[in-house]
């Protein structure tokens, strides 16, 4: 158990209205990751942070924002949420074995109206 | 850039039934490389994984080895169950820029009793 807990689990929202979906780590882990889930997609990185205030894009990161303003906490904003961002979002931390494995929690699942 | 292509789904087997899904990838560098386990409603756990040519990733009956002259990872198992009914993830990890994890589209698998 890596653990990592997303809230809120599920969120059904309007468009244009912020969301904000947090992931919460207990293991002090430097590198956190947003990921969503799409059928036909796989998974595809959205952003992802490298330690307090550290942030880079992903491949999928137009209409989203992060922050880490503590170790524990990555947050993932949608200023003006779309119908397109409708998805399951999965936040995963990198594993301390050194060989790049992910650790996820259970994922927050959004659907924009 | 870096890719993952495996073989579409679903897979439908009967109990016992051998299991191969197919998987390749493109990297310019030297990349770990992984599967991830999806079971209904929950986050991906990771499955097996392998960090140079020719290392054999195992792990609950499942077999991987990393195959750098055919650019391979397939996954095996000899005899699968109906609780190995999930989606499963090939995916690779760059150690320079991040540790950014790159999936394929997923594979479904439904095992029949």
């Known amino acids: 158990d890596a653990g990592i807990t997303q809230s809120p689990r599920h969120k059904v929202t309007e468009t244009g209205t912020p969301v904000t979906l947090r992931c919460h780590q207990t293991?002090?882990?430097?590198?956190m990751y947003w990921y969503r889930q799409d059928p036909g997609h796989g998974l595809r990185l959205i952003h992802y942070s490298y330690g307090v205030k550290d942030t880079d894009k992903g491949e999928v990161s137009d209409g989203y924002s992060v922050s880490r303003s503590k170790t524990e906490d990555f947050l993932l904003t949608l200023e003006s949420a779309t119908s397109s961002q409708t998805s399951v979002y999965f936040c995963?931390?990198?594993?301390?074995?050194?060989?790049?494995?992910?650790?996820f929690g259970e994922g927050s699942r959004l659907t924009v109206l | 850039g870096d890719s993952v292509t495996q073989m579409e789904g679903p897979v439908t087997l009967s109990e016992e039934a051998f299991l191969t899904i197919n998987c390749t990838y493109t990297a310019t560098g030297y990349p770990s490389l992984f599967w991830y386990v999806q079971y209904p409603g929950e986050g991906l756990q990771l499955l097996l994984k392998a960090t140079k040519a020719d290392d054999k990733g195992s792990n609950k009956g499942f077999e991987a080895t990393y195959r750098k002259e055919t650019t391979s990872f397939h996954l095996e198992k000899g005899s699968v169950q109906v609780s190995d009914s999930a989606v499963y993830f090939c995916a690779l990890s760059d150690q320079t820029g991040g540790f950014k994890t790159i999936f394929g589209a997923g594979t479904r698998l439904f095992v029949k009793a």
């Open positions: 293991e002090n882990h430097r590198y």
């Open positions: 995963a931390i990198l594993g301390s074995g050194g060989a790049g494995e992910l650790f």
